[in-house]
């Protein structure tokens, strides 16, 4: 029985954001439900970066992403980050495919922001604010562009020509580089960063915005004033993951936050057993910090498509 | 930068028992001086079966070996085990291989045995006994045929058809089929069956006996009755597998053993930190649960293999 291997570009041309928040919505839905599993990350360290190993599993589908993060890479040319996803049959453990999914990493983040923006952000936003134009600017605002009637994008990065490059890759899109604070004035916010110190000031934040806080994915690392976080309704994809290495992992080994004080999952909002927005005035805030069954129902995604096309190469490796 | 693609067939072209043997002791060793790391397995359980991730580093090589169990597919035509190895350069994280891994599972896991073994078990000994002929013991006669001068490898198997196919595998060795009490009277004993209650009882074993305990692997197995761990020097691969899934587990949930009458580590013994046998009427035991380190060394050397050889097959996967 041979394996699929699907190269970067054959994921990239099957790759859809629509079809993506789809199945991740579902996925989330299922794994409240307990009917997806995710036991915790394997973490492996080593001089220049580490490792994690992210298993789940869904109905019909098993799986693991090897994913590093390499700080150093970009002066040597390659991705900070770069992951391959074994995909396997649940009834067998056959593997079934060998994928890239850096790409899949990167749609499944800006669906998890945007379905979470769908639950707890303003129904009629139409100002999204992008700090950070990295990688996951462009997806995170096709994704949005899915949910909401955008009418202006609002960009802020360190970097003049990153903020162009990123305008130039949307010319359909209304997209304009703005400041810092210009940027935290909108519906929906998205924070893409890989700061260790707080960026998002409490001052700037209209009550009533939501704000994804994606880029808090490691133990020290956080983008928003704790402050923001008392006086909203914040919303996690996992409440270990998330203590333990996203946005709220610092106020809460300082004590300004304790995950009593979380809301709800996004999981929960989406089977209807915690209410999203009800009150146009409070600000809310999802602490993404990236989920193995987001990856897994991205992969099976992908593998069935890849089949139905006839895309990918088969090899007898095992 | 191309991934290479090494398939089961190009991977048994370029095992060879006596290089394995080499680099798996070498792991052990770096593991000891903590220049190796290995953090715990990632389990994932699934309806029919379950999935382990397991990540490792030597230096120079990162890796993570992804591997199923699932008891029903011989049924299927399946193997029970299969195994998918992604190595990687730890310098920048970058996938340089993705491999099968189920001889290399098969051929480390003898390996560490006969190095066991090596230290343990009386330097004349030359009469094997095998407890379980299924895929393990043909493996593990080639690795111990490399280090002792074998006269006799008795076997013994509940299924005689698996018992005579082992036997006609192996022409050039003097392998004979036995009793299981005949066969425990051995020299070295390797016990290899998927056994859930003890087989092997202490009236049949000689003091100065080495085992091999190698066929526990999750908790709730055991091979050994339990009485023949009291009056043995203990020796384990990794101390919390061992009480965890190795042949100790059940002994020490049932207060009948505990870790700290638990001897040295393999590693130890291989750096000198604990003297292996030292006195030839004492009869002791080895219980493999199977590392990660074992896998990453390796793939290493099939990696190296493979590069050198101009083997597998190149493609632009990320």
């Known amino acids: 029985m041979p394996t699929l291997l699907l190269s970067k570009d054959v994921i990239r041309g099957l790759l859809n954001i629509a079809d993506v928040i789809k199945v991740v919505e579902d996925a989330f839905k299922l794994f409240d439900q307990g009917r997806a599993s995710m036991p915790p990350k394997a973490y492996l360290a080593v001089e220049q970066g580490d490792f994690r190993a992210m298993p789940a599993s869904i109905p ?146 209209t009550p009533g915005t939501h704000i994804n806080a994606v880029g808090a994915d490691a133990a020290g690392k956080e983008e928003l004033d704790p402050s923001i976080l008392k006086d909203s309704i914040v919303v996690v994809d996992d409440l270990r993951q998330a203590s333990a290495a996203g946005e709220i992992n610092v106020p809460v080994t300082q004590k300004l936050f304790t995950v009593d004080e979380v809301y709800a999952t996004l999981g929960e909002l989406i089977a209807g057993k915690k209410q999203g927005r009800t009150d146009s005035n409070v600000t809310s805030i999802f602490d993404s910090t990236g989920i193995a069954i987001e990856d897994i129902a991205t992969a099976k995604l992908i593998y069935q498509k890849a089949k139905h096309a006839g895309r990918g190469m088969s090899i007898e490796l095992i």
Chains 1, 2 share one sequence.
């Open 60 to 205: 019909g589908a098993a799986g693991m992403k090897w994913v590093n993060s390499h700080p150093q890479n970009p002066s040597r040319g390659l991705p900070t980050v770069m992951a391959i996803l074994v995909y396997n049959d649940p009834e067998t453990g056959y593997p079934l495919a060998v994928m890239d999914a850096t790409d899949i990493t990167a749609y499944r983040t800006a669906a998890t922001s945007a379905i979470a923006s769908k639950y707890l952000a303003r129904p009629d936003s139409h100002v999204l604010g992008i700090i950070g134009a990295g990688h996951q600017a462009y997806i995170h605002i096709l994704a949005h562009a899915e949910v909401f009637d955008l009418k202006l994008i609002k960009v802020f990065d360190h970097s003049m020509s990153t903020c162009e490059r990123l305008i130039c890759s949307l010319p359909d899109y209304p997209v304009e580089k703005a400041s810092l604070e210009d940027t935290a004035n909108a519906d929906i916010i998205c924070t893409l960063t890989p700061s260790r110190e707080p960026i998002l000031k409490k001052e700037w934040i």
